[in-house]
């Protein structure tokens, strides 16, 4: 009687323990101020190596709170989505935009946070063969 109550023990100490750990897609707390403070145009984006930038010549793009994505140029206005999350231990910043323009779309993606600060965000693709690598700064 005492092993089986042990065991029971054990094997509920185990499922507790197992619910605690974070999965490597779970949202990260982080001080979304830096992001969702002003509007940010596309200070770089290369696309296998190639310079792109000139596609998004005019375009703002606001991070609101909450996750909403707002984009607008002259006569042009795309809402989406846009959120900050750990993946294979790297920090993303996953952007998913509504839209048919196809500059926008290439910029759908999660892409990994290689700096973030008050004025510029340095993002590249997770497949450093791709050349994808995508700069904001603050408007």
Wanted: with cysteine; aromatic share 8%; proline share 1%.
């Amino acid at each position: 009687m005492k092993r089986m109550k042990l065991l029971i023990g054990l094997a509920l100490l185990m499922v507790i323990g197992f619910s605690a750990c974070s999965s490597d897609d779970d949202p990260v707390p982080t001080d979304n101020s830096l992001i969702t403070s002003g509007g940010w145009v596309v200070h770089l984006y290369t696309d296998d190596n190639i310079d792109e930038t000139s596609h998004y010549t005019g375009y703002t793009f606001v991070f609101g709170n909450g996750g909403n994505l707002a984009v607008s140029k002259t006569g042009v206005s795309v809402t989406g989505t846009w959120g900050i999350r750990m993946d294979d231990g790297k920090k993303k910043l996953d952007i998913a935009m509504v839209t048919t323009d196809a500059d926008l779309l290439e910029l759908n993606d999660d892409w990994v946070i290689k700096s973030l600060t008050s004025s510029l965000i340095e993002l590249e693709d997770d497949n450093a063969a791709s050349g994808e690598v995508l700069h904001f700064q603050k408007k």
